[in-house]
């Protein structure tokens, strides 16, 4: 039911509630569900944040850009759907906020959405050369909804994130750009994008840049990505005379660290991101422009994680988005069961030239934990 707060002529404003789980007494968890529609015709937007319970930043990113939008001049459509996970963002212990993993099985909030490989290549092989693009784009999307709509009406029940996953799938489905907010541990800005589109991450102000291959684990850039990416390449293959673009393009956007609202830095974050759709047409007159800024990018391949070979209490040396030559100290890790000996501290040095991005919230750790993620073989773009 659609609760109409304000529209103009040309853009209608729209606010409603999904229901996307239900808690044990019994009662609907929804997500509000923000949505404005142009009566000119451009792309189809969807941006989600905190599908990972801890990491609430995008949550005040999704309030400038909601701001900026009630006076802009849109074409197409976008929907904001803030928190979208509310049993992520609930389960605390002490105080801290469980939001990565469901705790009863362990599921990851943001590995459960739908990819369905043989309905890809059973579409491609009826598609003929001179098919419109629209056609196909309407056609396939109804497939994919059609695919993810029986999932969800599975008989034998589903998982609780694969069931909050499929919901918020099918909305970012209909959409042209899938935006899905998140932050890392304590973490620099980064952001995953699809090798097909490295273009445009020189649009959004994320100074760390990852691309990455088709290839779906189960998160929803990867699952809006992929089967239009495995369509376009399949199509390629057969007719190499025409050019299969579908014009779709989604990101996870890595907005610091979690834990943390900066609602002045949101500002920040939400320019970007309307500088990047102002790039693609969603305004009549662009709203942002990028910024002057270097941007360093990996292939995932050299995205690295740097495990702890020792039990201790760690000092993180290295700072997120700070370059480190090879053999540079990152990390002191305080043995205290050797704290009269030279064993008392021990340095964990850089093996490469790299930029840690983000590393582990806590100081003590077990041997073997992830304590970097690093950019190695980094280039500008
Ligand atoms: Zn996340």
Known sequence: MLNKIMSSNKVKFSKEYLVVAQNASGRNLNVPVYRFVSSIPGPKVYIQSSIHGAEVQGNAVLLHILKALQSADLRGEITLVPNCNPVGSNLKSGEYTLGRFDPVNGQNWNRAYHYNEGLISEFAKKINANDSIDVIKREYRQKLTTSIEKRLENEWGLGLAECLNLKLQLMALQAD???????GPVSTRHIYVPEYAKKSAKYFNIPHVILIPNKFSGALDEATFCPWWSLSDSLQ???PDSKWDFGIEAFTVEMGSQEVIDIDAGKVDADGILAYLS????????????KNMTRQAVYLKDYKIMYSRLG???????????????GEVMARVLNIDELEGEGAVTSVNAPCDLIPILHFPSA?????????KCFTNYFEI
């Open 312 to 326: 201790g209490m760690v000092e993180y040396v290295a700072k997120p988005g700070q370059r480190i030559n090879k």
């Open 177 to 183: 750009i899938v935006l899905d907010l998140h932050n």
């Open 237 to 239: 293959k057969r007719f």
């Open 279 to 290: 790039y693609k047409n969603y305004f009549e007159v662009p709203l942002e422009q990028p």
């Open 364 to 372: 003590s750790v077990l041997g073997g934990t992830q304590i970097y």
